[in-house]
């Protein structure tokens, strides 16, 4: 039996369990939850217990039948006792109800057990063609049957895990006074400038009317890349603003890290003076959402169940000491320039020698996150100008450029990227220019306007974020995080093909 | 000054207001927010208080200018009092950060102002070319700007309303362990067989690859209607769940209820046995979320000011009857049968006559809402069959049908609209077909799949969705919800093109 208090469910948990008081939702929705009855000892034997959920398999011992049920609040599944002549329709995947006594188990496996007086079959399954069972099956097997996979125990507290999470950020930015918005998913410009967008269009429109560059919106559309931007827009509102959000990219990169569609975490404050502000906020968020998760029911049994090496999980280990990296303080801060030093000193480790003004690699990454972490999270802070978006405020130039390691040869922008054991880049965050006259000269050296003629390119395009910059725009900085590359690293899941239910990716749109 | 409590924001108010308490989010984000300083009212004068804020106006008495400063974070404004010299750049518009001291006030506007000694001009102003001003201005001339939009204080407060909204709600499903999750925007299925739906094709596409289908994800591929497809699926695996998502119709109606792209909440309950559960659900999250908000700053911020009939809003008076009634327990619930009945008799107030199997129109609507309701939301449930989409649940054949009012002539399924006053339909719900046959039965009559030959059909379709009652699928139903409009109704703004900040609709989509 998994341990563990129910954390962020606490609040569901009455003081003394009764039947009465552990009920799903209303008094009208019969049944008690698995998870519930599983920490239910009462002293004595209680008749009329309710349970629903879904039968993970079935034992014949002699006139009885021992059923493994689960209803997805826990990977634990209830047992529960049924005799053989009630038994009929207890197949593997059917949706039953079962009311019984729930008394004392003599096994070692749980404490109780449901001796089982009544069982109604209210969604029956052909156990033969049922494609989950309860062996083992590949994630790659499971991938093939989005529909199906989250009723697999594991998938399903995927799914509790990001629900949590959901619930512990949106407490942290309520109770920061962070205005939570809903910026737009079809947008007219490409953040990023990366250009692997998605277009929209109307079906009903004819292909004529998609090279016309689609009619419905008069011009272009495209799916989200960011939602940054428009925060920006709002936190000249509002403040401090933030959004979970849908974002897209047209990637053709099949690879266990990106998906077409994923969740942004993404906030933006105004009058904030510089970098540390955003790096503070970045490492209060992560800390108290793995200080507020790290000890509920849903993390506790992903860290506490056997290791199977074929299951896509990283080691429950390994994991832990993830959750323990993010709850501790203080994590450092190093310069881009600092890193590059660092890394030079062991150049004879790595295949691609690390120099300044080229990309840190993977294998950088790595070794940053590993030696100058030391179990933390790192933020490496100024990265070049050049390798990063038009966007990002530019470091005042050294006195002296060059003259000693810590001062960078060339021009740096106030940017971060937070660095984890294994998983790497994590989040990304930067002051954002929002000074007219440098913002425009940034546009025109990453060639998203003219040299020539600024406004003729400007025209449906990003004039309106220039605007921002016309009329009372404060310092301000934000910061971005995967939401769904997050919940791998909290959960262990190794592709993030697996944390998201109906994944999305080059050639596959499955559901 | 506004009247109020901090409401959800309370949780940010120290028993003693002293400025280092009251900062914003850290300790190197300078500044305390103008809600939390118009409610302090220290005994003696305050020295070296710190504010941001963008300038509402500017005053000139002799020496001095009264500055009226707003963030955002109140309708109200702060009253800073500034000498000449120290005025330059106090434009409006600007974002400035003022220091000084926080005095009694000899004005009746407000209990204490600000006494200026320092000025931080943050982000200038040309005040002559700044398009947001203090007059009025009409709702259609702020809608062709919606990225300086938010800067008005209402549409300031209107995204604090939304943030307020999704904080409570997200709390109301977390206490009832319901699990809060992300289906999926790019889908293969047009839920409701609407048809009005936007294709998605990656911009790097030519318009040939969109003639031969899309090739990015081999078929073609359209943005959600709405997720309660794929919420059914999640809800054999965890029981009860729910969403805030994105959805998009391609509708070219142009009106003041209809966006291309807009927020939907969607929950859906397993084990849920017949539609009573339904709308206990939505009255009571509706109730919860009403009750929980009425009291919080902004709602009586927007209750409390001065009304304009040419603001785009309704009159506060009518708003507040708005939520009265969604405070009140025991919302009736009536058949469509009944209420067709009840509409006959009074069948001469009607431009359009009512009839059973017809919709409601919206005059029929209202009449229900005002008469059946009496202020609250009214259930209207059992509606004819074959106005209906083809997921829903019929009901039993009565013995006799037809034989008396309560009787209905033909089928109906088991689904709800909830009106209220003045909008009418707010949220809609059923209970799904979770049985194989009828639901196959369903989607030949609505020409889902073929008569002749079901299988070619839904290759590619909603084959996956026939599967989720194959295996263990039992009684289950869910409602959905219009967010935005949901906003509207509780706000008072009357077109939900000023409810969203960056709204889209056929011909607009700006920024």
Same mark, same amino acid.
């Given at each position: 039996?998994?341990?563990?208090?129910?954390?962020?469910?606490?609040?569901? #948990?009455?003081? *003394?369990? #009764?039947?009465?008081? %552990?009920?799903?939702?209303?008094?009208?929705?019969?049944?008690?939850?698995?998870?519930?009855?599983?920490?239910?000892?009462?002293?004595?034997?209680?008749?009329?217990?309710?349970?629903?959920?879904?039968?993970?398999?079935?034992?014949?011992?002699?006139?009885?039948?021992? /059923?493994?049920?689960?209803?997805?609040?826990?990977?634990?599944?209830?047992?529960?006792?049924?005799? $053989?002549?009630?038994?009929?329709?207890?197949?593997?995947?059917?949706?039953?109800?079962?009311?019984?006594?729930?008394?004392?188990? +003599?096994?070692?496996?749980?404490?109780?057990?449901?001796?089982?007086?009544?069982?109604?079959?209210?969604?029956?399954?052909?156990?033969?063609?049922?494609?989950?069972?309860?062996?083992?099956?590949?994630?790659?097997?499971?991938?093939?049957?989005?529909?199906?996979?989250?009723?697999?125990?594991?998938?399903?507290?995927?799914?509790?895990?990001?629900?949590?999470?959901?619930?512990?950020?949106?407490?942290?930015?309520?109770?920061?006074?962070?205005?939570?918005?809903?910026?737009?998913?079809?947008?007219?410009?490409?953040?990023?400038?990366?250009?692997?967008?998605?277009?929209?269009?109307?079906?009903?429109?004819?292909?004529?009317?998609?090279?016309?560059?689609?009619?419905?919106?008069? $011009?272009?559309?495209?799916?989200?890349?960011?939602?940054?931007?428009?925060?920006?827009?709002?936190?000249?509102?509002?403040?401090?603003?933030?959004?979970?959000?849908?974002?897209?990219?047209?990637?053709?990169?099949?690879?266990? #890290?990106?998906?077409?569609?994923?969740?942004?975490?993404?906030?933006?404050?105004?009058?904030?003076?510089?970098?540390?502000?955003?790096?503070?906020?970045?490492?209060?968020?992560?800390?108290?959402?793995?200080?507020?998760?790290?000890?509920?029911?849903?993390?506790?049994?992903?860290?506490?169940?056997?290791?199977?090496?074929?299951?896509?999980? $990283?080691?429950?280990?390994?994991?832990?000491?993830?959750?323990?990296?993010?709850?501790?303080?203080?994590?450092?801060?190093?310069?881009?320039?600092?890193?590059?030093?660092?890394?030079?000193?062991?150049?004879?480790?790595?295949?691609?020698?690390?120099?300044?003004?080229?990309?840190?690699?993977?294998?950088?990454?790595?070794?940053? $996150?590993?030696?100058?972490?030391?179990?933390?999270?790192?933020?490496?802070?100024?990265?070049?100008?050049?390798?990063?978006?038009?966007?990002?405020?530019?470091?005042?130039?050294?006195?002296?450029?060059?003259?000693?390691?810590?001062?960078?040869?060339? +021009?740096? /922008?106030?940017?971060?990227?937070?660095? *984890?054991?294994?998983?790497?880049? %994590?989040?990304?965050?930067?002051?954002?220019?929002?000074?007219?006259?440098?913002?425009?000269?940034?546009?025109?050296?990453?060639?998203?306007?003219?040299?020539?003629?600024?406004?003729?390119?400007?025209?449906?395009?990003?004039?309106?974020?220039?605007?921002?910059?016309?009329?009372?725009?404060?310092?301000?900085?934000?910061?971005?995080?995967?939401?769904?590359?997050?919940?791998?690293?909290?959960?262990?899941?190794?592709?993030?093909?697996? %944390?998201?239910?109906? +994944? #999305?990716?080059?050639?596959?749109?499955?559901?």
């Amino acid at each position: 039996m998994h341990p563990a208090a129910l954390g962020l469910r606490r609040a569901l #948990r009455p003081r *003394v369990l #009764r039947p009465d008081h %552990i009920r799903r939702y209303s008094s009208q929705q019969p049944g008690s939850s698995i998870a519930q009855l599983l920490q239910w000892s009462p002293p004595a034997e209680v008749e009329n217990v309710v349970v629903n959920g879904f039968v993970r398999s079935v034992r014949s011992m002699k006139s009885r039948r021992f /059923v493994s049920l689960g209803d997805g609040s826990s990977l634990a599944a209830l047992q529960a006792l049924v005799g $053989a002549d009630k038994a009929e329709g207890l197949a593997v995947g059917a949706a039953v109800r079962l009311t019984g006594s729930w008394v004392a188990s +003599p096994g070692a496996g749980q404490s109780h057990e449901l001796h089982v007086s009544k069982v109604e079959v209210l969604g029956p399954s052909d156990a033969k063609t049922y494609p989950i069972q309860k062996k083992y099956q590949s994630p790659e097997y499971l991938r093939t049957m989005p529909h199906l996979r989250p009723r697999t125990p594991v998938n399903a507290a995927l799914l509790r895990l990001r629900s949590d999470a959901i619930a512990s950020l949106t407490h942290f930015f309520a109770n920061r006074a962070f205005t939570q918005t809903h910026p737009p998913i079809i947008t007219s410009s490409d953040c990023e400038g990366a250009g692997e967008v998605f277009t929209v269009t109307p079906a009903s429109e004819t292909p004529d009317s998609v090279l016309k560059d689609g009619e419905f919106f008069r $011009a272009k559309k495209y799916l989200t890349v960011s939602t940054q931007l428009h925060l920006e827009a709002l936190s000249q509102a509002v403040g401090n603003v933030w959004t979970l959000s849908p974002a897209f990219r047209a990637e053709k990169s099949d690879t266990s #890290r990106h998906l077409s569609e994923f969740y942004m975490l993404e906030a933006e404050m105004a009058f904030a003076d510089d970098l540390s502000i955003v790096m503070d906020l970045t490492e209060d968020m992560l800390r108290s959402l793995s200080t507020s998760l790290f000890g509920s029911a849903v993390v506790q049994e992903l860290l506490s169940r056997p290791y199977n090496a074929d299951s896509g999980f $990283a080691p429950p280990d390994e994991v832990k000491r993830r959750w323990e990296g993010l709850m501790q303080t203080s994590w450092p801060r190093i310069t881009y320039t600092e890193a590059i030093a660092l890394l030079e000193e062991k150049a004879d480790l790595f295949k691609l020698k690390p120099s300044w003004g080229a990309g840190l690699q993977s294998e950088h990454e790595k070794y940053i $996150a590993e030696h100058v972490g030391g179990g933390k999270p790192v933020f490496v802070t100024n990265y070049p100008r050049d390798m990063k978006a038009f966007y990002m405020r530019e470091n005042p130039k050294p006195t002296s450029p060059g003259s000693d390691t810590n001062s960078p040869p060339g +021009p740096t /922008v106030e940017c971060f990227d937070l660095l *984890v054991p294994e998983l790497c880049e %994590i989040a990304g965050g930067s002051m954002r220019e929002h000074r007219l006259e440098p913002l425009l000269e940034a546009m025109k050296r990453h060639e998203i306007i003219s040299q020539q003629d600024p406004d003729a390119a400007l025209e449906g395009g990003l004039d309106w974020y220039l605007d921002l910059r016309r009329w009372g725009s404060p310092p301000h900085g934000g910061f971005g995080l995967g939401f769904d590359r997050l919940l791998c690293y909290l959960s262990g899941v190794q592709t993030i093909r697996d %944390i998201v239910a109906f +994944p #999305r990716w080059v050639g596959r749109c499955d559901c």
